[in-house]
């Protein structure tokens, strides 16, 4: 699919940098909490970049494996080992690579996917690909939760970060990123059957790695948020210009993990 933010129309190792610096002691808390260990066999579906992909296979040890798959496996191919399996794989479309997973992992990747139907065929795919008792853990952006990107508005600048903010909203939502997905996590795996679902949500209210998420995608964004008259050149200049002295959030992510009932 055209993804608005994908790996060849932005910087994207820094916006996958900045994205792990957030979010990867949550993901992997969550996954320590569930007793990932030496042998566990994992499924990284839409890996993207490679540190949980690295973590993962240092916890699960050469007993274990990590099979990490993506449609663009650009990145993730450097994470590729003796026990890491990098493949190219539509997790909506393609048949399941393997079976048996004590673990699949699947970080802000159903979001991306436009269509209903496919989301839940690439959920159902997942937990068909684990094994009884096996976990399955979903995290997702929510932007629609807490759509601010600077919750205090203290002056103009708070002001325009949020214009700015609602205007890539306003682009990746006409582009089929679903930015309520997060909340519908929990359901979901109840649906499918899971049991133990559990769920929480982190929020990141500010810190250096908000500004850095925040000047990567808004330069990624210039143009179309110029094209599509959703801020002027002057604005987009001021907002870049004066990111460091915001208290910028980024969007809360909610983790929701159920477990794979007993044959
Ligand atoms: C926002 S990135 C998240 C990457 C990584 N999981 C993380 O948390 O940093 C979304 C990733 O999902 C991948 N993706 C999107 N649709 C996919 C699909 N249908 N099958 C497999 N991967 C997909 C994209 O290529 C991209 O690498």
Redesign the pocket.
Known sequence: ?G?L???DRLPAGDR?VA??SL?DPITTGHLDGLGIGPGWRCW??????TS?VHWLAGRTGRAGYVLA????TTVVAAAAGPTVIVLR?????DPIPGGGFDLVH????LA??ADVA?RAQ?LAAMVRALRPGGWLVV?DLDPRLQPLACPDERGPAEVLANKVRAGVHSLLASRGIELACGRTIPGALRDLGLADVTASGYFPMTGPECAALERTTVTALYGDLLNAGLATPDELDAHLGQLDALHLSAAPMISAWGRKPAA
Not at 89 to 93: E, G, L, S
Not at 106 to 109: P, Y
């Open positions: 699919m993804y933010l994908d790996n996958v994205m792990a979010f990284e579906v839409g890996a993207g970049g949980i798959t993506d449609t663009d794989h539509d997790v909506c479309a699947a970080r802000m990747v991306d996917i496919d690439a995290e």
